[in-house]
């Protein structure tokens, strides 16, 4: 059967799905090329090194941010994008880390203009925009990071409830009386999703600038 002729685009496509499978340790330019059937020189025609195809990658994961509708206005219009950030992060979480990384591309700085100009059609102070455009960006992409963090680091453990049960017995409750309550809430599992309360809170407070 005849290869499919190699370009960037098809390098950073093979890309993105070795990293959906394995996560970004378990890509590398030769596992690229292999799943494309070619040699690892060949990919150097096209990718400049393993750096520019994470890069590039980061920027093709933002191309699939899903646009609102246009009849959402004001927070709404700023909600939407957010969750739609989020939801694009949650499908690829290896790509999170690479937003902090690398400077945007064509693609993210089109996602960065549409988040601004949605809180710009608020009527916030150029302040406020600048304020509220990190102040949601960041929660997105710091969220995502720790719930991946977490999800890593309890893949590891054998029994994640009794390691949280000895983290609650491990503190003094005269001392950490609030700590112990916060921990014991996510150990009985009835804080739900915190991601989208915490996003209106910010956007509550936006209101107020």
Known sequence: MKRKPLDRATIV???????????LAGLTMRNVAGQLGFEVMSLYNHIANKND????MADQVAAGIETPPPDLVSLERVKAIALALRAT????????????????????????????????????SPDATHLGFHAVDNHVIGYTLQEQGLTDGLASVDDPEALTRDFIASMDPEIFPATIAHV????????GDSFEAVLDIILDGLTGL
């Open 89 to 124: 992060l949650v499908r690829h979480p290896w790509a999170a880390n690479l937003w902090l990384q690398h400077l945007p591309g064509p693609s993210r700085t089109a996602y960065m203009e549409a988040l601004l100009q949605a809180l710009d059609g608020c009527g916030l």
């Open 184 to 191: 014991q809430q996510h150990l009985n599992g009835d804080n």
């Open 53 to 56: 195809l994470l890069a590039a």
């Open 13 to 23: 496509g093979a890309g993105i799905v070795l990293a959906d499978e394995q996560g």
